[in-house]
């Protein structure tokens, strides 16, 4: 989530639970939401849910959904686009999902028909198949309302290096080994989905670090580095994206993923730089923040440090070719995402690997943008059953694109047929 869009643009990441109680800055949502305190004797009270974190995250700031109405079984001719799309350009995407999905019984059958399909079957072929094995359902966002908010991510590349020197310095860190993470389902199963991070100090479990705190500590913060930035903003809108690209000075590349988190929410520098009058809205855009950052360098951590969530990355292997390219990173279903054909979905809502008929607009357009999607990926600000982060793919293009996207539209969940979504 880059980042800034054209009218409302202020980036945020995967947000995680919290330890020190922040102050709340005008861009956060009104709507109370609880964080974790400082250790105290007594127990301490559970953080909210915390997000399963995959390639994406969202452009927005993070608002709590609205209760909606359930799902509604469609028709499909009600469908907005459907008999438009090329949906055969969604086939392999499909078969990404259902090496996850064949191991669950509700789709082994259906997974196992796809396949036998082979891997270029033809549009009407896949026509046929979904409407003979699935069933399409309308999603809501809030009481009645049809449409939601979507917005888009993506890849990016960056300059960086093995080693540090005067023009590489800034540490892209792999996970410290002193971060404590703290799945609490295993105790309360009611608890899913709920998480704790932090550090033991003594008998007790301390919030982990903030990025101010990590960036002061220098070479006595623990964690490995794995590469070394050429340009911090840049690294920053990484760790905001999830994954990326590292191009080292031989022309190599280096791919990485998200690996763990350091627990705190995350803090909007663009609304930031726009409070501070340094900044218009329509300025605050990724490549407006950009270009404040690098026309005001003795601010540079100042303004970094703002937001104190930080990411912790893992080396992924370089990617398979296919069709001449190089596959997309591994999104939270843990499968390459498709430029175009994969999304971002809340898995409360959407179950992850399913597939989605989206219809919606271009960036900053009315164009349509009508297509069969994948859900395959999570990001911290895509909450409630209508709402998703469209993946561009790779690179400039691609990330031009998504930080225009600020979109409303509408969702479709298509389930295999006598499966229901879950209330």
């Known amino acids: 989530m880059p980042h800034p869009l054209a009218s409302l643009v202020l980036v945020?990441?995967?947000?995680?639970?919290?330890?020190?109680?922040?102050p709340v800055s005008p861009a956060q949502p009104t709507t109370p939401?609880?964080?974790?305190?400082?250790?105290?004797?007594?127990?301490?009270?559970?953080?909210?849910?915390?997000?399963?974190?995959?390639?994406?995250?969202?452009?927005l700031v993070q608002t709590?959904?609205?209760?909606?109405?359930?799902?509604?079984?469609?028709?499909?001719?009600?469908?907005?686009?459907?008999?438009?799309?090329?949906?055969s350009a969604a086939w392999p995407a499909l078969l990404k999902s259902c090496e996850r999905l064949a191991r669950q019984p509700q789709w082994t059958?259906?997974?196992?028909?796809?396949?036998?399909?082979?891997?270029?079957?033809?549009?009407?072929?896949?026509?046929?198949?979904?409407?003979?094995?699935?069933?399409?359902?309308?999603?809501?966002?809030?009481?009645?309302?049809?449409?939601?908010?979507?917005?888009?991510?993506?890849?990016?590349?960056?300059?960086?290096?093995?080693?540090?020197?005067?023009?590489?310095r800034w540490p892209i860190h792999g996970t410290p080994p002193d971060l404590i993470n703290v799945e609490l389902a295993g105790l309360h199963p009611e608890l899913k989905g709920l998480r704790l991070r932090g550090r033991l100090v003594g008998n007790k479990l301390l919030p982990y670090s903030s990025r101010a705190e990590l960036s002061s500590a220098g070479e006595d913060f623990p964690a490995p580095v794995l590469l070394w930035a050429k340009d911090p903003i840049d690294l920053f809108f990484l760790q905001v994206q999830g994954s990326g690209?590292?191009?080292?000075?031989?022309?190599?590349?280096?791919?990485?993923?998200?690996?763990?988190?350091?627990?705190?929410?995350?803090?909007?520098?663009?609304?930031?730089?726009?409070?501070?009058?340094?900044?218009?809205l329509d300025q605050a855009s990724m490549e407006g923040i950009k270009q404040w950052a690098r026309s005001n360098p003795t601010?540079?951590?100042?303004?970094?440090?703002?937001?104190?969530a930080y990411v912790f990355f893992r080396e992924l292997p370089s990617g398979n070719q296919r069709d001449g390219e190089e596959e997309g990173p591994i999104g939270a279903l843990g499968v390459p995402l498709s430029s175009g054909r994969s999304i971002a979905v809340d898995p409360q809502h959407v179950p992850l690997g399913a597939p989605v008929f989206l219809s919606?607009?271009?960036?900053?357009?009315?164009?349509?943008l009508r297509r069969l999607v994948l859900a395959q990926d999570t990001g911290g600000a895509i909450k409630g059953a209508l709402r998703a982060d469209f993946f561009w793919g790779f690179g400039d293009q691609a990330g031009r694109q998504a930080g225009r996207m600020r979109q409303q539209g509408q969702m479709w969940l298509l389930l295999p047929q006598g499966m229901t979504p879950e209330q």
């Open 12 to 22: 945020t990441l995967l947000a995680a639970c919290a330890s020190p109680t922040l």
């Open 33 to 59: 939401v609880a964080q974790c305190p400082p250790p105290v004797a007594a127990p301490a009270p559970v953080c909210p849910p915390c997000p399963v974190c995959g390639a994406s995250s969202s452009p």
């Open 64 to 87: 709590a959904p609205p209760a909606a109405l359930p799902p509604r079984l469609a028709q499909w001719q009600e469908i907005d686009g459907w008999a438009e799309d090329q949906l």
């Open 109 to 168: 059958t259906t997974c196992n028909t796809a396949a036998t399909l082979g891997r270029q079957p033809g549009e009407q072929a896949v026509r046929e198949f979904f409407r003979a094995h699935f069933s399409p359902w309308q999603l809501f966002a809030g009481s009645r309302e049809a449409r939601g908010l979507v917005t888009g991510y993506y890849e990016p590349l960056i300059a960086g290096s093995r080693t540090a020197d005067a023009e590489y």
């Open 245 to 280: 690209r590292v191009e080292l000075p031989d022309g190599s590349r280096v791919r990485i993923g998200y690996a763990e988190h350091n627990g705190h929410p995350y803090q909007s520098i663009g609304r930031w730089l726009v409070d501070q009058q340094q900044l218009t």
């Open 299 to 308: 601010r540079l951590q100042e303004l970094l440090n703002v937001n104190p």
């Open 360 to 368: 919606t607009t271009e960036p900053l357009s009315e164009r349509p």
